[in-house]
């Protein structure tokens, strides 16, 4: 199994250029709305840890970006719940998908948290500022607070860039996008 690991600064488009190899992909952000929505387990451990900000079940965003914006801590906290349930839903899309010859993973922090080892494909999604800030300001949540807190917990861009096989310049334009995924797709089968 190939695992190909997407990375890039937040609202790059690594979630769009992620779905076009055709290939089973693990969405960690979706991945923490469904928990955030169906974990009774987090639910609890959030509502001890952050009982001013956490009340009811399902948790709503809101009460997660309140939380973030509301201590210093608070986010580590809220990773510290999270993320090993997202890790064991990872290795169970893993399993579930062992006879696939190619996944997708669209983790914000695949190199932050070791998730990646030394086999990933790494391919960078390289975007101009400017068009990410506008594709940010589409999002029905956008909020420049939140999204400066978690560019804190990521690594600089330069060094993601470095550390990847390949880049892939994002100009959302769909076709190019498309037309870099099957030249970098088939050169991965290539090898």
């Known amino acids: ?74 986010l580590k906290k809220i990773i510290k719940i999270v993320h090993p349930i997202v890790r064991a839903k ?30 990933y494909i790494l391919i960078f999604v390289d975007s101009k500022n400017k068009d990410i800030l506008r594709q940010l300001k589409k999002r029905p949540n956008y909020n420049p607070k939140i999204i400066e807190k978690f560019k804190k917990l990521q690594l600089p861009l330069e060094i993601k860039k470095k550390k990847s096989d390949f880049i892939i310049k994002n100009n959302f334009k769909n076709i190019s996008i498309k037309k870099s995924v099957k030249i970098i797709k088939s050169n991965i089968l290539k090898k």
């Open 90 to 119: 990872m290795n169970k899309f893993f399993i579930k998908n062992r006879n696939k010859k190619i996944v997708v993973l669209d983790i914000p922090l695949l190199i932050e948290n070791r998730i990646n080892s030394k086999n």
């Open 1 to 74: 199994m190939i695992k190909i690991g997407i990375l890039g600064d937040i609202g790059s488009g690594k979630s769009f250029v992620a779905k076009q190899f055709n290939c089973p992909v693990f969405n960690a952000d979706k991945e923490v709305t469904k928990i955030y929505k169906k974990n009774r387990i987090c639910f609890k451990k959030l509502k001890k840890q952050l009982p001013k900000y956490i009340s009811f079940f399902p948790i709503k965003k809101n009460e997660i970006e309140k939380a973030i914006l509301g201590g210093k801590k608070n």
